[in-house]
């Protein structure tokens, strides 16, 4: 159980394109989901918590009209990278907390590596 | 602010060598402490946490005790096998599920037979 899924698990697109990335629960429903942005030999940075039906809380220094974040409902959130550049490339993951157990870990899903060129 | 530090690999060990894999914190409140595993091709998976003073948590074999007084969560095994070889993470977080966790730059480890 537990079990997150990401999609597409791998995306190359033209620089100034926008991705979306999907991030959903396929077996819990979570309260919240997370998303990380990890760079090569570095640690994983969070971007942003978004809570289903309400609007994403960016960290300092992330975009938030870059990286723009939809939590729809409780299995799924959408990472969207509007007006991609090589700067943006990177891995993303996503993560999410269950519903029922808002003190528990957090699962993760298998990330989405993102290459603009 | 928060921030986690860990050994910087890769480290490269003989089957059945005993591991340590050092973690150290700085919090701005009290926080629980994880290992995470990123297995080659994998998501991250949770392999043991402790949410508290001299807590420790074990799985698979591996152990890490939470040291206040040291500020410290190192990952131990006493006996690692070729199937460890993976990306160790160690993180933290401040508050509830509802809270992201701050990450170290991660710990590649090879085992080799």
């Known amino acids: 159980g537990a079990v997150v899924s990401q999609h597409p698990s791998r995306v190359i697109c033209k620089s100034g394109t926008s991705v979306k990335i999907e991030c959903r629960s396929l077996?819990?429903?979570?309260?919240?989901m997370f998303w990380y942005r990890q760079f090569p030999k570095k640690s994983l940075m969070l971007m942003a918590t978004?809570?289903?039906?309400?609007?994403?809380?960016?960290e300092q220094g992330v975009e938030k009209d870059k990286f723009l974040i939809n939590h729809a409902s409780l299995t799924l959130s959408t990472l969207t990278v509007t007006s991609a550049h090589p700067e943006d490339s990177s891995f993303y993951i996503c993560?999410?907390?269950?519903?029922?157990?808002?003190?528990?870990?957090?699962?993760f899903g298998p990330g989405t590596r993102l290459t603009v060129l | 602010g928060n921030s986690v530090t860990q050994m910087e690999g890769p480290v490269t060990l003989s089957e059945e060598a005993f591991l340590t894999i050092n973690c150290t914190y700085t919090?701005?409140?009290?926080?629980?402490l994880f290992w995470y595993v990123q297995y080659p091709g994998e998501g991250l998976q949770l392999l043991l946490k402790?949410?508290?003073?001299?807590d420790k948590g074990s799985n698979k074999g591996f152990e890490a005790t939470y040291r206040k007084e040291t500020t410290s969560f190192h990952l131990e095994k006493g006996s690692v096998q070729v199937s460890d070889s993976a990306v160790y993470f160690c993180?933290?977080?401040?508050?509830?599920?509802?809270?992201?966790?701050?990450f170290g730059k991660g710990t590649h480890l090879i085992i080799q037979p």
């Open positions: 993560s999410a907390s269950p519903l029922r157990r808002p003190n528990n870990e957090q699962f």
């Open positions: 402790a949410t508290k003073a001299d």
């Open positions: 978004s809570n289903e039906g309400s609007k994403a809380t960016y």
């Open positions: 077996d819990f429903q979570a309260t919240t």
């Open positions: 919090a701005t409140g009290y926080p629980s």
């Open positions: 993180a933290l977080r401040v508050g509830g599920g509802a809270d992201g966790l701050t």
